[in-house]
């Protein structure tokens, strides 16, 4: 699969990432050498293994449902680079 | 609905799992609370944070998808939906795409052609998002991570709707099994359910139209103006030689239009794939039949048995088992009473009531009891239909029972033969032209002489005894 620059200009626009003419070249180049080494796994045949099977069978971990409220507002808001009244605060987004 | 055009409509209900605590995470699930209260690091999406499911979560899933006659499936997988936005930390939703946890199955729902199957094409678990305000401030949008991680149940209906009434009856059926199932709250002005409407327009005989989808409706009403009006929408576009774009539209429940959301050229690119956090779920076949056994009677099964048991009409079942409280009400006063008479003050008088003060039957001001104690002296010829309105409405302001407020008014009706003969020969005596005109043919004064009688006993006589005897006397 080669990645270009179409194709990464769209990922920049869902990931809401803006990328300059003069960083396309660069970019490219290293997703696409990810995406060779993805070619390369893709090499092993997987047809007869069902997707995140593991070699221990282990199952899905599960928990009761009962509520433990540990991490409180001040820790959650803690890196917020803008805060107001315990809300977060991002630039205005209209839809 | 308009003439020569057909619709066709199909609907992505989204049901929040009545569970105490999140879909992967402990955090509390109370609707109202402050912003950002109930947050995990989890929910907050910080580096290194696991998700574990929620049990109950995926067996109220299960429940549903009984209560919606689907098919089970014993392995699903959860993916990641990417998108980006503000109220979304993750970077992706935790959703279920090709191998959801519940597969095919049906509703019935009443229409004015009579019963009519909607095919279900899946339920599954995903994430809700946080919550957005956009008019805090001028130039910000605050977000809220309440919400955010709470599981919602996606029932997803074929396109089987079509007229705005077969859309609405569908929500309210989904709505109501999953109230008897106690899997949902079924709470819309709060969102715990919520409904996504896409709807199309093509000419009887072509092939479908382009559809549109309109996101978020929380309401019957809402739900019923939005495809009137985008349905409108759609024949005109087609009749001026436009056509339908396929897009999202937001409703507006101030003008009751629909308004694009996004154009098709953004369109979502989700790019999902298997959570790499989470092994697939499988359930086992003794654990499934488990939930089977302890699923209740659900309403079609309560409605079929009212016919039968009570001679309940099939219209005044409806009203009553579309409510699971309701018919939990109904079937207590019910009990050793006549149903006719149950079904007349649940329906009627009660359920006029509970209108005009705006309440639910849960918060009834009149109990199952209470309303009971009434019919009993209905029953027994204590006091009239009419002395029994006039009970309940003084049941409502004071509390008190309906036998004291009889004693307490002296309303109790005069059911004594001896005692009425007494008052229609005085009466009669009193009026003994008019006797004789009735005896010349003039049939019209037969009312006068039983108002008369009513008048005299103070309105407590009970008036079938009164009619009768005045019948017997002016024929002798």
Redesign the interface.
Known sequence: MEFDKKSLLKLGKLARISISEDKLNNLSKDLNSILEFVDQLKEIKTDQVDPTSNSLNQKLEVRDDKVDNKNSTEDVLENAPEKEMDFFVVPKVIE | MIEGWNLVIGIEIHAQVN???KLFS???TDFGS????????ID?AMPGMLP???????EQAVKSGIGLNAKINKKS?FDRK?????DLPQ?YQISQYKDPIVGEGFVEIETENGQKKIGVERLHLEQDAGK???D??????????NRSGIALMEIVSKPDMNSPEEAVEYVRKVRSILRYLGTCDGNMEQGSLRADVNVSVNKPGNELGTRCEIKNLNSFKFIHAAIVYEAKRQIKLIEQGESVNQETR?FNTQSGETRS??SKE?A??Y?YF?D?D?????LDDDWIKGLQDSIPELPDQIKERFINEYSLSSYDANIIVSDKATSEYFEDVVKNRNPKLVTTWVTGELFSILNKKNLIIEDSPITSKQLGELVDNIENGKISNRQAKEVLEEMCESGKGASEIIDEKGLSQISDENEIESLVDNVLNSNLENVKKYKNGKDKLFGFFVGEAMKLSKGKANPKIVNDLIKKKLSQ
Do not use: E, W
Request: hydrophobic share 35%; aromatic share 10%; with cysteine.
């Open positions: 569970s105490k605590s402990s955090s509390p402050k912003p950002n209260s109930q947050v995990s690091l907050a574990v499911i929620n049990k109950f979560c995926i997988i990417n998108y980006f936005y503000q970077g957005s305000l956009h805090q401030d001028p130039n910000f949008t605050f977000v809220d991570l937001l959301m996004r953004d979502h690119d790019r298997p790499p989470l092994l697939p779920l499988t």
